[in-house]
């Protein structure tokens, strides 16, 4: 598993410390990791989905690029969250590095 930084590549919106945010879904990822790898799974995360009281929050670690994952945070009232996950699972193949 490759060590990363956990600092923000971009970002777009407001209304949440992003810097905060990437560093803890950082640890979040890499721990959700290592269970897979110790319970010796031949997987790999698709996407993880936190429910608040009043948000979304959509982690998808990026297949072309280890350590790296789009974040999206989504007002429960307003979202449609299983557009978000088809859409942000469309976006991933445009992303270039």
């Not at 060590?3 to 209304?15: E, I, V, Y």
């Given at each position: 598993?490759?060590?990363?930084?956990?600092?923000?590549?971009?970002?777009?919106?407001?209304?949440?410390?992003?810097?905060?945010?990437?560093?803890?879904?950082?640890?979040?990822?890499?721990?959700?990791?290592?269970?897979?790898?110790?319970?010796?799974?031949k997987?790999?995360?698709?996407?993880?989905?936190?429910?608040?009281?009043?948000?979304?929050?959509?982690?998808?670690?990026?297949?072309?690029?280890?350590?790296?994952?789009?974040?999206?945070?989504?007002?429960?009232?307003?979202?449609?969250?299983?557009?978000a996950?088809?859409?942000?699972?469309?976006?991933?193949?445009?992303?270039?590095?």
């Amino acid at each position: 598993m490759a060590k990363t930084s956990g600092m923000m590549l971009g970002s777009a919106g407001t209304g949440l410390d992003l810097d905060v945010a990437a560093a803890g879904n950082t640890e979040l990822v890499r721990a959700k990791l290592r269970t897979i790898q110790s319970l010796g799974m031949k997987d790999s995360i698709e996407d993880i989905l936190i429910t608040l009281g009043k948000q979304y929050h959509i982690i998808r670690p990026l297949a072309a690029k280890a350590g790296v994952f789009l974040y999206l945070v989504l007002d429960k009232n307003k979202a449609n969250l299983a557009l978000a996950r088809i859409k942000v699972k469309e976006v991933e193949p445009e992303i270039q590095f």
